[in-house]
């Protein structure tokens, strides 16, 4: 924790006090003068202490505290309406004034109550011009007795109470509703029966019917808390119920001077954010506010929320991913022998539909090369035999090529015969390369049976001439050739190959 200084001005008067970082107390007091500022920081340097702001509590003689009322207007600027109506109550000008207010509570309906603070502006350039001097920098500048509050428990049993500090020949009331400032005044009583009688003044002020306690402190508190005039009020009469830190750096203080010295303390323990702040809004330390705290909560939590819920949608995924591998893994056997047995399948069916397609688009070879045998002339010899689904393609030699292709359109089974290359000689024979188309209707297929073999003709009578196909009219030398045509034998068939 680190040191918290309060200064207390009062009376050409500076009252000095440190609650340091281990809870103990440092405390002096020096005569204003023309070097102030020096004797304060050369005590500050003695002292060992480095802290860096410094609170500034005034007298409350210095300062002018009243409770102003206000006609309630939601869109009016409330903080020109206080300056303007508290231009009746200083005075001094409007142009050197310093002023803070806060609302309070009141009736539902009614005008709105403002307790105002206000004060000339040298009252404060004063103070903040001797902490520069100082190198110090201020944290807030208020009444003094406004920050004796803070020297109480955060809880308050009395509902209202009224708080008499006595320093010098001055006693300073303040009165506490709820544990919260609702008025002060400085007055001047020598007795408890003027005691008792300022505080019967101020009641219409408040206004409170009653009071649960009231509380006396500071110098010369003792001949107060006897007086029996207080009875009057019907209150308790008792000395503060300091908090127990407060009350054990209460009794640290020096004996001399105790009222100076515990309003230096309020002001060392008070907040850096006090309700009635005469400091300039420029020079004021940025610190958080209960509004920033509820923003900053509010985030906080909004984001918790979110990361809780991506979390645990992360975390619902990975569990459902999870699921699914685990279930993965114990199916992948089974899915694995399925797929083994759909590529056995699958192959099967492959190999099934190519003997299919061997069994419906294969031609009969051997019933075409016999066919070939019967229609090539002996000097013909056949080195390739090529058949698809459009037609036949042979490469052989013979000694007059051209004469090929005239026997071969006489089949009944090949039409549309041509060279696919010019004829070459080679060793006494013509190369040539032939291709012919099937005559439609002749191809048969793979499980169609073999035509029966016919009969030969019977032989007809010599004067009368067989009737020729057409195509066998073109060749009418060949056929009316009475002599049987030789074989060409499987020896003149030099590779003869068909394509399904």
Not at 260 to 273: E, I, K, S
Not at 478 to 490: E, F, H, K, Q
């Amino acid at each position: 924790m680190s040191t918290r200084a309060g200064l207390f001005i009062h009376n050409g008067r500076l009252t000095f006090t440190a609650i340091t970082g281990r809870g103990q107390i440092e405390h002096f007091a020096l005569e204003a003068g023309e070097n102030t500022s020096a004797l304060l920081k050369a005590e500050l340097e003695a002292r060992g202490l480095k802290m860096r702001g410094v609170r500034v509590g005034l007298d409350r003689s210095l300062v002018t505290v009243k409770v102003i009322e206000l006609p309630r207007a939601v869109t009016a600027d409330l903080a020109q309406m206080v300056a303007f109506e508290l231009e009746r109550h200083v005075p001094f000008p409007p142009e050197e004034m310093r002023f803070d207010w806060k609302a309070l509570p009141g009736k539902p309906g009614g005008p709105l109550r403002v307790l105002v603070i206000a004060c000339e502006r040298r009252t404060t350039e004063r103070p903040l011009r001797l902490l520069e001097e100082a190198t110090r920098k201020p944290l807030a500048v208020t009444a003094a007795c406004h920050d004796l509050r803070a020297l109480l428990p955060r809880v308050l049993q009395a509902r209202r109470a009224v708080w008499a500090h006595r320093h010098g020949n001055t006693t300073e009331l303040v009165f506490l509703g709820r544990g919260h400032l609702r008025l002060s005044r400085s007055v001047p009583v020598e007795d408890g029966q003027g005691l008792l009688a300022e505080i019967q003044r101020t009641r219409p002020l408040i206004p409170w019917r009653e009071f649960d306690a009231l509380w006396i402190s500071g110098d010369d508190a003792e001949r107060f808390l006897s007086a029996p005039e207080l009875e009057e009020l019907g209150a308790p009469v008792s000395e503060p119920p300091y908090s127990p830190a407060a009350a054990a750096l209460v009794a640290a203080l020096p004996a001399e001077e105790p009222g100076a010295a515990v309003l230096a303390l309020a002001v060392a323990a008070g907040t850096r954010r006090p309700v009635l702040n005469l400091l300039p809004e420029s020079v004021r330390p940025w610190t958080l506010s209960g509004a920033h705290l509820a923003t900053a909560l509010t985030l906080v939590v909004t984001a918790l929320l979110g990361l809780g819920l991506l979390f645990a949608q992360a975390y619902q995924k990975e569990r459902y991913l999870g699921r699914i591998a685990q279930e993965i893994r114990r199916l992948d056997p089974g899915v694995r022998a399925v797929e083994g047995m759909l590529a056995e399948v699958a192959q099967k069916k492959r190999v099934l539909a190519a003997l299919g397609a061997v069994q419906d688009k294969r031609i009969q070879a051997l019933q075409l090369m016999r066919e070939l045998t019967n229609l090539l002339p002996p000097d013909a010899w056949l080195q390739a035999l090529n058949m698809d689904r459009q037609g036949v393609e042979i490469t052989g030699q013979a000694n007059a090529a051209s004469q090929l292709i005239p026997l071969l359109e006489a089949s009944p089974w090949l039409e549309r015969v041509e060279f696919t290359s010019p004829v070459t000689k080679g060793q006494g024979k013509e190369q040539f390369r032939v291709k012919a188309a099937w005559e439609p209707g002749s191809k048969p297929r793979v499980g169609t049976p073999p035509p029966p073999p016919t009969a030969p003709p019977s032989p007809a009578p010599p004067a009368v001439a067989p009737t020729l196909p057409r195509r066998e009219r073109a060749l009418s030398p060949a056929a009316t050739d009475p002599a049987p045509r030789p074989s060409l034998g499987p020896a003149r068939m030099a590779r003869p190959s068909a394509e399904p």
